[in-house]
């Protein structure tokens, strides 16, 4: 446990000085390549956990500390510690002897009695700490304040269940390759090995317990991806068709792309402006055993990659602010600030412009973004529709995707719940010259 403290602790400093979690956990890998199985899955998981219920534990360390925890890494160690304690079945005793050992090494090594303290006095007090820091709505939400009151206004119905949401475990959801077995039929040999879930659509299983995609059947062997059930929506929406030309615009990792190539027989472009990303896509394609010419370049600059010929469908899955898919990156929360969407607003923008007059006439293209916040949704679709008098609206039908989309003017808003994360998409046509 002293090892786990301490790397998490390292990642969280990362994170909490404006690093994704991703790429911090990465680092910590890289430098510690001898950590078991089991030692990696606790880092992550307090890693996660910390930044998942960081309000209520922020809460809790203010009414414990007389004073701010002025060393950064030892208010972090605290917090990591308040995590196990409250969160975990990690033994309370070791978590605070281990907690003041790290304390000794980290900052100026002058904090052991102050970790001492407060740990002990939260395992005194636990109860009637917790309560009040749950009276506070950042406490109990875990959430920053800008983010509380941007939700309660665009969902003034749905945001407590939204933010509940994003501070739970995310389901693990398969896609069953449509070109080898049902979902039904996949259902029954992963209940062969033990594995149990239940069907969500066509080609979703929604496993009860996470599992290493080592154990699922047939997986090395391309018969079943993962991939989030609101994320499977999008292939579904663009209404693919044998023989069609298509460019998935922003491609990377390729979950979309291979779900596309699994409907129908196209002649599809990939694109991502992040080399390495792409190579996920390529081996992505390459476990499905399906192919798809690929190329690295900025949607919104066609002129460098583009060929000339008109697309019949495009998916603009474009650069957004993924507060959708919070649960799964916790860290989001934190990193997010609100004069981002301006930018993220910007980007959408000229990648939208750019893509549509690629669009063939009769053509359609998908605006897909992983975000709950309106400013990139419903007010982005509506801009654009505005900007192009022949993008006409078209309607979000079709049986395999979730029943609870929100239709609201141009497009549909999925809400992160225990089915899906939180998707918005909008489908245009481009009407006849």
């Not at 981002?340 to 007059?357: G, T």
């Not at 509506?382 to 141009?410: K, N, S, T, V």
Request: aromatic fraction near 6%; hydrophobic fraction near 45%; charged fraction near 20%.
């Amino acid at each position: 446990m002293l090892l786990t403290q301490t790397l998490a602790c390292e990642t969280l400093f990362a994170v909490l000085g404006g690093q994704n979690l991703t790429e911090a956990l990465g680092t910590t890998w890289r430098q510690n390549p001898n950590l078991t199985p089991q030692q990696r899955g606790a880092v992550q998981d307090i890693s996660y956990g910390t930044l998942r219920h960081l309000g209520l534990l922020e809460a809790v360390l203010q009414q414990l500390a007389t004073k701010p925890v002025k060393e950064q890494e030892v208010r972090i160690l605290l917090l990591i510690s308040l995590y196990q304690l409250q969160f975990t079945r990690a033994g309370a005793h070791a978590v605070v002897d281990h907690a003041v050992e790290v304390a000794s090494k980290i900052g100026s090594g002058k904090a052991k009695g102050l970790v001492n303290a407060v740990l002990r006095n939260f395992l005194r007090q636990q109860a009637e700490l917790i309560s009040a820091a749950q009276k506070n709505e950042r406490g109990r939400f875990s959430h920053p304040k800008w983010w509380l009151t941007a939700m309660k206004q665009a969902y003034p119905k749905q945001w407590q269940q939204i933010l509940q949401a994003n501070n739970s475990h995310p389901p693990m959801t398969l896609r069953v390759n449509c070109r080898h077995t049902s979902a039904e039929a996949y259902l029954a040999r992963l209940n062969e090995v033990g594995i149990t879930g239940r069907i969500l659509g066509p080609q979703a299983i929604q496993l009860d317990k996470p599992q290493a995609v080592d154990a699922l059947p047939d997986f090395a062997a391309g018969w079943v991806s993962v991939q989030d059930w609101g994320a499977q929506a999008a292939a579904y929406l663009l209404d693919v068709r044998d023989g069609q030309r298509v460019l998935d615009a922003c491609a990377a990792p390729g979950g979309k792309t291979g779900h596309l190539l699994e409907l129908a027989e196209l002649d599809l472009l990939a694109l991502d402006a992040d080399a390495k990303r792409l190579e996920r896509v390529s081996n992505n394609l390459e476990r499905l055993q399906l192919s798809a010419r690929t190329a690295c370049a900025d949607a919104a600059e066609p002129a460098s990659w583009w060929d000339g010929q008109l697309f019949d469908r495009i998916l603009a899955d474009v650069p957004c602010s993924a507060t959708g898919v919070t649960r799964r990156h916790p860290d989001i929360k934190w990193l997010r600030r609100p004069d981002d969407f301006a930018e993220l607003q910007c980007q959408q923008e000229k990648i939208l412009d750019q893509l549509w007059s690629l669009v063939a006439s009769g053509g359609k293209l998908l605006y897909a973004t992983c975000s709950v916040f309106p400013a990139e949704n419903q007010a982005a679709v509506a801009a654009f529709a505005a900007r192009h008098p022949d993008a006409i609206a078209e309607p979000l039908q079709h049986p395999a995707i979730p029943a609870d989309l929100i239709r609201d003017g141009q497009g549909g808003q999925l809400l992160p719940n225990a089915d899906h994360d939180g998707f918005f998409y909008a489908l245009f046509r481009k009407a006849a010259a």
